[in-house]
Every structure is written in structure tokens, then in C-alpha cells.
T-cell receptor
Framework: DSGVTQTPKHLITATGQRVTLRCSPR?????VYWYQQSLDQGLQFLIQ???????AKGNILERFSAQQFPDLHSELNLSSLELGDSALYFC?????????????FGSGTQLSVL | QQQVKQSPQSLIVQKGGIPIINCAYE??????FPWYQQFPGKGPALLIA?????SEKKEGRFTISFNKSAKQFSLHIMDSQPGDSATYFC??????????FGTGTRLLVSP
């Protein structure tokens, strides 16, 4: 168990809908990262937060947004969903402040857009 | 230039064999090269990592070989076991920049 908690584990929704994925980092970790994993794209970095502030942005679509709350949990919001958004979404946290050198991944949220 | 190219896509070896997974990069600024292991239904977990100041690092049955001049690094699994069957990802980063992952190698170790 990595100590990173993601909910829900599975999410099935329809095109055009909006969903929220939730992540609780390991106790004491200030950094949260979101990754998208699909069969053809591998692990794609979406966004990183450090202690409530956005630190880095990757290939995140404008329809997607995220935030990190004062209690350090993070949410990834996906809106106007398309079939191509179906993927496994991982959250990770870091044990080295501000660094991505050792990431602890949650078990992911499997999103299916029908 | 931010890509990390990983091969092969899949690999089957017999128990006791030594699977080798290779990765290549272009960005010479990369200074941290980890390998992650992912079992079905789980998130990736850090397995072993290396920095470019050494050419080899061993942790148990797992070895990273690093060739700075060729901009390549590889993972070797000694005496592989069926329990090593998983997907392996190489990655690279520098400073506080994002980790860039390879596309993964699905390893199957047959009994």
C-alpha cells in the first residue's frame, strides 16, 4: 500500500458529462501529481501541485482542471467528457519536498466514457 | 527532446532468465533515471533509480546499466521469477521538472 488514496476506483459516465476524481496524498507529502495512463500514450503527466499551489503543468486539456486544498487532498475535474478521455487516472505524491524524484502512486481511477 | 523511448513493448522469458529492458533519451539535461514497476490494478511503484555519475546500480536482483555517451539506460532482472511479471516503466527528469515516462514494457516470466 503506497499510502496514496484515490476515489472512486471506477467511474462510468457519458459524453458531455463532468466528473471529479479525488486524491489524498501520503501523510506529510506536500506535492501531488496527476497522471493519465492510456494504452497508446503510456503515462502522461497532467499537473503538479505543491502545498496548494500549481507548480507544473503538462499535457492537460483546457477541459480539465485541478486544485489542491488546505488539507492537501487534491481533486481533478474533467468536463465536457469525450470518448477519448477514457483512461486510468493516477495521483501520486512525493516524499521529497517539491521534487518528483520518488513518487508514490495511488491505485488509480478507471474512467470509462460511453 | 523530452521523450524517453522504451523497448521492447513486451517480453517473455523463462523463470531464471535475465530480461533486459532498454530506454533511450535525447535531453542531456536529464539527471535522474528511475524505473517503476506496475502490477495489474495497481499504481506504478519505484523500483530502482540511477544518476548519470555512475554506470551501474544494483538493488537485489535488479540492475540499472547507464551509458551516458549513448544516452541509454537499461534494466536487467537477474534470476527472474514469475512474481516479477509486471509492466516496467523507465523515466527521466531533471531538477524539479516533471518525470517523463517511457511507454512501458509488459514482462511475463513463465514458470
Amino acid at each position: 500500500d503506497s499510502g496514496v488514496t484515490q476515489t472512486p476506483k471506477h467511474l462510468i459516465t457519458a459524453t458531455g458529462q463532468r466528473v471529479t476524481l479525488r486524491c489524498s496524498p501520503r501523510s506529510g507529502d506536500l506535492s501531488v501529481y496527476w497522471y493519465q495512463q492510456s494504452l497508446d500514450q503510456g503515462l502522461q503527466f497532467l499537473i503538479q501541485y505543491y502545498n496548494g499551489e500549481e507548480r507544473a503543468k503538462g499535457n492537460i486539456l483546457e477541459r480539465f482542471s485541478a486544485q489542491q486544498f488546505p488539507d492537501l487532498h487534491s481533486e481533478l475535474n474533467l468536463s465536457s467528457l469525450e470518448l477519448g478521455d477514457s483512461a486510468l487516472y493516477f495521483c501520486a505524491s512525493s516524499d521529497v519536498q517539491g521534487s518528483n524524484e520518488k513518487l508514490f502512486f495511488g491505485s488509480g481511477t478507471q474512467l470509462s466514457v460511453l | 527532446q523530452q521523450q524517453v523511448k522504451q523497448s521492447p513493448q513486451s517480453l517473455i522469458v523463462q523463470k531464471g532468465g535475465i530480461p533486459i529492458i532498454n530506454c533511450a533519451y535525447e535531453n542531456t539535461a536529464f539527471d535522474y533515471f528511475p524505473w517503476y514497476q506496475q502490477f495489474p490494478g495497481k499504481g506504478p511503484a519505484l523500483l530502482i533509480a540511477i544518476r548519470p555519475d555512475v554506470s551501474e546500480k544494483k538493488e537485489g536482483r535488479f540492475t540499472i546499466s547507464f551509458n551516458k555517451s549513448a544516452k541509454q539506460f537499461s534494466l536487467h532482472i537477474m534470476d527472474s521469477q514469475p512474481g516479477d511479471s509486471a509492466t516496467y516503466f523507465c523515466a527521466a527528469s531533471y531538477g524539479f521538472q516533471k518525470l517523463v515516462f517511457g511507454t512501458g514494457t509488459r514482462l511475463l516470466v513463465s514458470p
